[in-house]
């Protein structure tokens, strides 16, 4: 069985920091992309960012990049989101996700092409 256990986040001021943390089991982790996303009140989810299974190749979401760092330690099946000079808009519930096929790597942002998801994490930004 697949799981994707998330911890991090939290209440943060503005210009804060914070880093989101996802391990996976059950999967050969080195094998799959993995992606964040997240979601604002009363709003759909969306695309953060994704890293190769590889770990040398990212994209970020317009909204976040030069703020955000995806990365990963396949030794230890984690995927994290470090989150910098974090802005009130920035408040959300975050996932982690895993992508669906092996070993392919994709700018796609659709959610519906990653098969896995984490619990959700809440990060609040206060201005």
């Known amino acids: 069985q697949v799981q994707l256990v998330q911890s991090g986040g939290g209440l943060v001021q503005a210009g804060g920091s914070l880093r989101l943390s996802c391990v996976v089991s059950?999967?050969?982790?080195?094998?799959?992309?993995m992606g964040w996303f997240r979601q604002a009140p009363g709003k759909e989810r969306e695309f953060v960012a994704n890293?190769?299974?590889?770990?040398?190749?990212?994209y970020y979401a317009d909204s976040v990049k030069g703020r955000f760092t995806i990365s990963r330690d396949n030794a230890k099946n984690t995927v994290y989101l470090q989150m910098n000079s974090l802005k009130p808009e920035d408040t959300a519930v975050y996932y982690c996700?895993?992508?669906?096929?092996?070993?392919?790597?994709?700018?796609?942002?659709?959610?519906?092409?990653?098969?896995?998801w984490g619990q959700g994490t809440q990060v609040t930004v206060s201005s």
């Open positions: 890293i190769k299974w590889s770990g040398d190749s990212t």
């Open positions: 059950g999967r050969t982790f080195s094998s799959y992309t």
């Open positions: 996700a895993e992508y669906s096929l092996r070993y392919y790597y994709t700018i796609s942002t659709r959610e519906g092409e990653y098969t896995y």
